[in-house]
């Protein structure tokens, strides 16, 4: 099959992507052929229904007919850990979840008997051929170094080289353990003690094992990985190791991890094609997990070892006493390339990013049935409906878009919907329970992972508007406690907001684990879209959440941040607008610091792509406001131990334990990533999460736009009983008389086509290419048939009843926010969204970009941004659009 497909964004944020992450992204759209078990996400009927004191739900991603189920050895023989997916695999998220360990301490849940996990790409070269095992020097790990306390949950004190590749200490050769063959396992006496006794990375391209033979060293062994060898690098930014995985009381336990390609990890190389050939499949990798119990380099805690005292698990998984234990998954990703033929003959379509998933997995089959490659350029719906009218001949004629244009006679648009998902509240919470009156039963819940959580609008306006004391760092550095007047009545995060107790009753028994950003605020994408400006108007429409951002106090007296107060709705934006900068100490101004602001405590998402990433990893980013001195230890050279400069230090991931991280994306990339999403209270007074017929629900209940009656949008007055409020339809935007016919007299055929096949065949749900991935549900019948209609028209260049535009000069329109209630009866349920199955891996970031340039820092004006600066920024995008192919940008780290 060939296969050609770019997805390109519009925007940069501040996190830049490597040359790989940018390559097409429809090479390994990961949606496999596997079918998957209809799972979907897990449902809150109201506040009314408390969950049980205790009760623990699986929150994974669903069981694929490629999941695997194996045993632990002797050592653990009770032990079975399954893997929800091990084939056709990519840049997705997947499940491991395990039962029959030992029972887990939640008072102290790492002193022993939970789980490590690692991706690793190599095999062992002593392994027998017909029993492949992975080679430690090839697994993906210690990126975390041993003077990281804040990735250490268990408050387990002292050096902790669990979270390192560090295997020999003073007494290691004083020890006598014996391995599974009943000989000595040597203690790593072949590792390379030039790195300090660390068991040596070897990156993919270092053509290991032949460069091991020599001992070449290729990682530094107490601080991020250093690549020597070729490659690329890891380090904590960008790692997906999992070094802490939490056993229950029962024995029982799941953690979900990243599965990462050579896009996002070039030293795994996994999915890389083995060969030239057009069909070579891609690398195979290894999942590799190793229990660990009560024993610690062949000796149990407790027990008196050379010089120390060992009273909990402190040595590295990658530690032969502990390695001879793992259990090796066999990972087979789908290949990484360009299987279309590149050429000129491509049809570009630009817009929506909530239609990104979706596309990437139907273009392999438009491409293999004869049809021309199609591409999609993400970018602000605002830009993309400015495009397709202009006067620019290379302008494309066709958006994708969640809002009409204005009617202009001279320019007829042709509408057809052509995908249904909806925009989320995401999250990634583990519970941090409460100590003192806290039921048994419920402490025994602490690390596991929140199954449901409920918003109502106003709750999400306090999100969305620093209104939460910590949302905002505090202004004097000597006093970190006191926050503005402004905010001293408010709560300080969400678990902390009477609000939020009343319709999350188990949060009674919880509590804020202290991380960044702390619960008080969300993560958010940089760029304009619709999909923010239908979270504004479903604010707008409700009243508690308006006579807030008016300035009215709820009744428990917190108060909107007066930055935000009587803004007006809806905005393209998420703004992040008080002006709280924390004070600098005389150390500091003579370190020519920066103070610290909001956007500095809580930084922009890139996209909602990377917004659920970074919420499935426990990574917000941000600075929390630690001064480091030259000198201090975390702040030394990682290579010469010398002091370097003074710095506001980043933070970290947040440590197993201890996520917690909320986020604004999609039903896409929600699923994609395996997150829960909020409950979130419609005009029917009731908490719903998008499955499949809540979202048909919410798109049957929306009303024709007052721009363009055929333009279904947003009705979050609409009082259906089980509609989802943030469902969303998009639909591709054509300007059919702006289509020069003479200059390209395919694009009318062409443009059909795609409608015609993401209409009709596209819609059936399942995870095979053409398909309509997770995270979407199928459009209602009579979406289809005016897709049809669409269809017609865009062949014949006449759209059907186009008359005078209102007078206005504005190219886009608001979403409906008073449109009539309609009755509280409810649609029918046609089953649910699948919750977590394989998607497409990162969108590229080459050729086609249509810049918008924005701020690092927020503009004084909270709105969206001045048109001029988006048409500046479109004229940049049509030039870029000639040069992008010949340029191949260089790889850069993430900051954490």
């Keep these: 099959m060939n296969l050609h497909l770019w997805i390109t964004h519009g925007t940069r944020g501040a996190q830049g992507m490597s040359w790989r992450r940018r390559a097409t992204a429809g090479v390994v759209a990961g949606l496999v052929a596997t079918l998957l078990a209809e799972v979907g996400y897990i449902a809150v009927a109201g506040a009314a229904d408390d969950p049980s004191i205790g009760k623990v739900e699986y929150t994974g991603t669903p069981m694929t007919d490629s999941a695997v189920t194996l045993s632990g050895d002797s050592a653990f023989p009770a032990l079975k850990v399954t893997v929800a997916q091990t084939k056709g695999l990519t840049n997705q998220a997947v499940t491991v979840s395990w039962k029959g360990m030992p029972p887990g301490d939640p008072t102290l849940p790492f002193k022993a008997n939970y789980l490590q996990v690692m991706q690793c790409w190599g ?31 268990g408050g387990l004190g002292g050096v902790n080289y669990v979270r390192s590749r560090t295997v020999l200490r003073g007494d290691a050769q004083e020890r006598t353990a014996l391995g599974k063959d009943g000989k000595p396992l040597g203690y790593d006496r072949n590792v390379n003690s030039s790195l300090g006794g660390s068991v040596p990375f070897f990156p993919v391209a270092s053509n290991w094992p ?160 004869g049809r021309v490659p199609y591409v999609l350029n993400t970018m602000p719906e605002s830009t993309a409906r400015s495009s397709i009218t202009s006067e620019i001949p290379t302008s494309s004629r066709a958006a994708l878009v969640n809002r009409p244009l204005v009617r202009d006679p001279d320019h007829p648009i042709a509408y057809a919907p052509v995908a249904l998902s909806g925009v989320v509240f995401g999250f990634h919470i583990e519970r941090t329970v409460a100590t003192g009156s806290t039921p048994q039963a419920e402490l025994d819940t602490n690390g596991s992972r929140l199954p449901r959580m409920n918003l109502t609008p106003r709750l999400a306006a306090k999100l969305l508007t620093e209104s939460y004391q910590r949302a905002i760092p505090p202004p004097d550095p000597a006093d970190v406690e006191t926050m503005p007047a402004y905010l001293a009545a408010n709560p300080r995060n969400l678990f902390a907001d009477p609000e939020f107790l009343a319709v999350n009753p188990e949060a009674k028994w919880l509590t804020s684990p202290g991380y960044e950003p702390e619960g008080a ?56 607008s008080d002006p709280t900068c924390t004070a600098l100490t005389a150390e500091q101004q003579q ?62 991931p947040q440590p197993a ?22 409950g979130l209270r419609n005009a029917a007074g009731n908490f719903v999460v998008p499955t499949e017929s809540s979202l048909q629900a919410g798109a049957q209940a ?19 009983a089980n509609a989802y409020p943030l469902s969303m339809v998009t639909y591709a935007a054509v300007a059919v008389k702006d289509i020069d016919t003479t200059a390209d007299p395919t694009a009318r055929t062409q443009i059909a086509d795609f409608v015609d096949f993401v209409s009709g065949a596209g ?134």
């Excluded at 508690?544 to 107060?565: M, Q, S, T």
């Excluded at 917004?611 to 201090?632: Q, V």
């Excluded at 334990?657 to 909020?678: C, D, H, K, N, P």
């Excluded at 199928?778 to 269809?791: D, G, Y």
């Design 210 to 369: 032949n460069v091991a033979a020599g001992n070449k060293g290729v990682l530094a062994p107490f601080n991020q990985p250093i690549d020597q060898a070729g490659g690329g690098v890891y380090g904590f930014a960008d790692t997906n190791e999992l070094t802490y995985n939490l056993t229950r009381v029962d024995g029982s336990g799941e953690a979900t991890i990243e599965m990462q390609t050579l896009l996002e990890s070039p030293s795994l190389g996994c999915g890389a094609p083995v060969s030239t050939a057009s069909d070579a499949p891609g690398r195979a990798c290894w999942l590799v997990v190793v229990p660990r119990g009560v024993k610690d380099d062949g000796y149990r805690t407790g027990a008196e070892v050379g010089d120390g005292f060992i009273s909990h698990v402190t040595s590295s998984p990658l530690s032969l006493s502990n390695w001879q234990h793992r259990i090796a998954f066999r990972l087979d990703f789908r290949p990484v390339r360009e299987d279309c033929a590149l050429g000129t003959a491509q049809r570009r379509i630009i817009g929506s990013e909530l239609a990104r998933v979706a596309f990437t997995n139907w273009a392999p089959t438009l491409c293999s049935s």
């Design 123 to 153: 095999d062992d070269t002593s392994a027998p051929a017909a029993t492949p095992a992975p080679a430690r020097e090839t697994c993906q790990y210690g990126a975390y170094n041993n003077n990281y306390p804040d990735n250490d949950p």
């Design 521 to 576: 605020s969300a993560l958010v994408s940089l760029e304009n879209s619709d999909a923010t400006a239908a979270v504004w108007t479903w604010l707008n429409a409700d009243k508690e959440a308006r006579d807030f951002l008016d300035g009215k106090p709820d009744p428990w007296g917190a108060v909107v941040n007066p930055a935000y107060r009587n803004l007006t709705l809806p905005l393209e934006t998420f703004p992040k």
């Design 591 to 652: 370190n020519n610091a920066v103070p610290l602001c909001v956007v500095d405590r809580a930084p922009y998402m890139e996209n909602l792509e990377d917004a659920a990433r970074n919420t499935l990893n426990g990574r917000p980013g941000g600075i929390g406001g630690r001064w480091m001195k030259a000198d201090d230890l975390e702040n030394r050279d990682p290579l010469t131990g010398l002091p370097t400069v003074a710095r506001w230090q980043k933070n970290k």
């Design 763 to 896: 819609q059936t749900r399942g995870l095979a290419f053409g398909q309509l991935p997770p995270g979407y549900a199928p459009l209602p019948v009579e979406m289809r048939a005016a897709a049809r209609n669409a269809s017609k028209e865009i062949r014949s260049g006449a759209v059907a009843g186009y008359t005078q535009a209102p007078d206005d000069d504005d190219t886009t329109t608001a979403p409906a926010t008073t449109a009539a209630a309609t009755t509280a009866a409810a649609v029918p349920d046609r089953g649910s969204v699948p919750s977590a199955g394989p998607s497409a891996q990162r969108s590229s970031r080459g050729p086609e970009p249509v810049a918008v340039v924005q701020s690092g820092r927020t503009p004084d004006d909270p709105g969206v941004l001045p048109p001029w600066v988006l048409l500046v920024g479109l004229a940049a995008g049509l030039l870029s659009a000639v040069a992008a192919p010949f340029v191949r940008p260089r790889r850069r780290s993430i900051d954490p």
């Design 702 to 720: 929306m009303t024709g736009s007052t721009d363009d009656s055929r333009f279904k949008v947003l009705n979050p007055a609409a009082k259906t």
């Design 657 to 678: 334990l201890r996520r917690f991280v909320i986020s604004v994306t999609s039903t896409a990339e929600a699923a994609r990533f395996g997150l829960q999403t909020a």
